[in-house]
Nanobody, 115 residues
Framework: QVQLVESGGGLVQAGGSLRLSCAASGNIFTISVMAWYRQTPGKQREWVATITDDNRTNYADSVKGRFTISRDNAKKMVYLQMNSLKPEDTAVYYC?????????WGQGTQVTVSS
């Protein structure tokens, strides 16, 4: 069984940085695609970044150049380094694991960026 637990969210001023972490359990982490999504009230969940099992990355245009996704397979961790944060980055951030046809989500961590 796969479980994902996010951490690292909080309140930060615009221009600041945060590093989100996602801890995974189970035996399929190293062969899984990991991603970060975010959601604000009343809106659909929005894709932020993806990292494949062979460390290829992709980013939404809104975060490209400011956010960096990375993974540590030995620790079963995926990270999202967020720099130059903007108030519009305020959201609940979710970690997602995809393997074959299966998808797992974490419970989310709140990020609030004040202006």
């Amino acid at each position: 069984q796969v479980q994902l637990v996010e951490s690292g969210g909080g309140l930060v001023q615009a221009g600041g940085s945060l590093r989100l972490s996602c801890a995974a359990s189970g035996n399929i982490f190293t062969i899984s695609v990991m991603a970060w999504y975010r959601q604000t009230p009343g809106k659909q969940r929005e894709w932020v970044a993806t990292i494949t099992d062979d460390n290829r990355t992709n980013y939404a245009d809104s975060v490209k150049g400011r956010f960096t996704i990375s993974r540590d397979n030995a620790k079963k961790m995926v990270y999202l380094q967020m720099n130059s944060l903007k108030p519009e980055d305020t959201a609940v951030y979710y970690c997602k694991l995809t393997w074959s046809w299966k998808t797992y989500w974490g419970q989310g961590t709140q990020v609030t960026v004040s202006s």
